[in-house]
């Protein structure tokens, strides 16, 4: 497995393993403590997984958390996603940057995002699975969503949203959260 510096966003990592494949199949590590250790992540402040189901075009996001916000590791362990981070850690030296990737199940690529930063994806298969592990215990009070379609954020959503929950659908834009968390 090698980690990468993701260099739009301060703090984030691409895990990528190294797939071992015969006639039945494949085979890959998609989580390997010594590595995360050595980008300097703990990999014991792991404290919760979860796993998401989307259809084609469902959209998810954008979604962080307030207070001391949450470091999470994000997988499509099947299908394919589009998956966007927004770095919104004001003392980061890459404040409001974006960046895009392709997650996908056959590339089991892990991508490790910060926390501060806003987070979400679009699934671009007909099934897409996404897996979250997660540094702090879920706390519904601090979610904070910003409109996955805010033109400031400008994201270049690959697919019409076909499916957007109604937290996402009413989400404030990124201004309105930004001015929220200065009061």
Same mark, same amino acid.
């Given at each position: 497995?090698?980690?990468?510096?993701?260099?739009?966003?301060?703090?984030?990592?691409?895990?990528?393993?190294?797939?071992?494949?015969?006639?039945?199949?494949?085979?890959?590590?998609?989580?390997? /403590?010594?590595? &995360? @250790?050595?980008?300097?992540?703990?990999?014991?402040?792991? #404290?919760? %997984?979860?796993?998401?189901? *989307?259809?084609?075009?469902?959209?998810?996001?954008?979604?962080?958390?307030?207070?001391?916000?949450? /470091?999470?590791? &994000? @997988?499509?362990?099947?299908?394919?996603?589009?998956?966007? #981070?927004? %770095?919104?850690?004001?003392? *980061?030296?890459?404040?409001?940057?974006?960046?895009?990737?392709?997650?996908?199940?056959?590339?089991?690529?892990?991508?490790?995002?910060?926390?501060?930063?806003?987070?979400?994806?679009?699934?671009?298969?007909?099934?897409?699975?996404?897996?979250?592990?997660?540094?702090?215990?879920?706390?519904?009070?601090?979610?904070?969503?910003?409109?996955?379609?805010?033109?400031?954020?400008?994201?270049?959503?690959?697919?019409?949203?076909?499916?957007?929950?109604?937290?996402?659908?009413?989400?404030?834009?990124?201004?309105?959260?930004?001015?929220?968390?200065?009061?």
């Amino acid at each position: 497995m090698k980690a990468t510096e993701v260099p739009e966003i301060d703090g984030a990592y691409l895990f990528e393993p190294t797939p071992y494949g015969d006639e039945r199949g494949f085979f890959c590590r998609t989580f390997d /403590a010594d590595v &995360v @250790r050595s980008v300097g992540i703990d990999p014991n402040a792991f #404290v919760q %997984d979860s796993l998401s189901r *989307s259809a084609r075009g469902v959209l998810r996001g954008m979604h962080l958390r307030s207070g001391d916000g949450e /470091a999470k590791l &994000v @997988r499509c362990s099947y299908g394919k996603v589009f998956d966007v #981070v927004v %770095d919104l850690r004001k003392d *980061s030296p890459t404040y409001r940057n974006r960046a895009f990737f392709e997650l996908s199940g056959e590339t089991q690529l892990t991508l490790y995002i910060p926390a501060g930063c806003a987070h979400g994806f679009q699934a671009l298969t007909d099934t897409a699975d996404t897996s979250y592990r997660i540094d702090r215990p879920h706390d519904p009070a601090e979610d904070v969503t910003i409109a996955f379609d805010d033109p400031e954020l400008a994201i270049p959503w690959p697919l019409p949203a076909a499916s957007v929950s109604q937290r996402d659908r009413e989400a404030p834009s990124l201004a309105e959260v930004l001015k929220q968390q200065e009061s």
